[in-house]
């Protein structure tokens, strides 16, 4: 008997290896992944919904979204969130870098959304948006077993920003400013949020009812800002306050990147490398700031003003990591100085285009200048790929960074998604700390 049962058995597993075998190779070369992995896609990739059906050349979709980088440092350093009445919008312009995948109510519904470190509360339009982008996809609360809808009187109600209550018991309304030239009226709800396999229940988010303006993200935004309204804050108990993202490169075929929730799952080099002390300015309370002391050209620091990376609670002076700005902002006296080391270190001249001011021939240069940041305790050699942006036709390259903005945001130094990417970007609030470690993920 035992001969036969393991003659009858033996197909039979080695059908089921096989089969798992097959599973594992088929997931191992799907780029996008699976449902149950939580990736991080460029939102003009080719894992994205959002991507164009001709995808354009690299260096023009960074010089069209770096365009939005002002208002969106204006939104960004902004002291307070403007009410600005909802009116008939136009088709939304994507303007947001990176997007991840989530699904929200009973049973899940996919949506994908913006991840951005500068924002606290997640939204996401729902059925009847008046101003969504044709083909949107929206959120129905009708089909969530879970919905439920904030009251005007709700303690939750007073974290938003809201509208004058007619009632005690009528709806949460609020509506809030986005990249300096849009805004959105939403509901405050709650229901639940998948992310990858866990789910976290009684979510609390807005669900859009209308939008105006070109800024807000027609798919709606995940905020990791440090508000009590973020993911970070409403899901403390589950992951500790602690995540980490390795940010693919635009030009990715991969598009590999992740969003790690919790200590536990973090990966061993950001966990046990360098780290920098993780500052809060009660100016910005939401935004992630650190101390950036130096930035160096050909491994020499360049020589900048005394006080030009000052941290400054009064006036919100200092240096933020930044998910959702495009190319990194300088402070006036710094980008100066950076960008004439950078220009001294160059064969040939210099032209420019767009947001960039330092463009030159890369056969000329075949091993243009480096660049480095000298944060507190972490000194950081930016990969080449990280400092420049290659044009895909054509020997043109750039320094893909810029001036600050020359008004109220001109203290403000801004770490960008370009100058993070193939980098594991770890934020543990609990013991104040950010942890930078390479990490290929394109």
Known sequence: MASASTATGLPFLLLLLLFFFVTAVSNASDPCGSESDFSIFPIYSKCSPFAPPSPAPVLDTVLSMAKKDPARLAYLLSNKVASVRIAQGKDLIQTASYVVRVKFGTPGQQ??????????????????CTGCAPGTTLFSPPRSSTFLGLACDDSLCAQVHGQPCKTKDGPCLFNQSYGGDSSFLANLVLDSLTLGRDVVPGYAFGCIDAISGGSVPAQ??????????SLVSQTASLYNSTFSYCLPAFNSDRFSGSLILGPAGQRKGVRTGTTTPLLRNPRRPSLY????????????????????????PATGAGTIIDSGTVITRFVTPVYAAVRD?????LKGSVSSLGAFDTCFDSVLNPAPPTVTLRFEGVLLALPVNNTIIHSSATSLACLAMASAPNNVNSVVNVIANLQQQNLRILFDIPNSRVGIATEFCS
């Not at 709606?220 to 309204?229: A, E, F, N, V």
């Not at 101390?291 to 400054?312: C, E, H, Q, Y």
């Not at 080391?341 to 270190?345: K, L, V």
């Open 220 to 229: 709606g935004l995940l905020g990791l800002g440090r508000g009590s309204m």
């Open 289 to 312: 700031y650190v101390n950036l002391t130096a930035v160096g050209v050909n491994n020499k620091d360049v020589v900048v003003p005394r006080g030009s990376f000052a941290f400054d």
């Open 111 to 128: 949506m994908f959304t913006v991840m951005d470190t500068g924002s606290d509360a997640a939204f996401v339009p729902c059925t009847g």
């Open 341 to 345: 080391a950078y220009r001294s270190g």
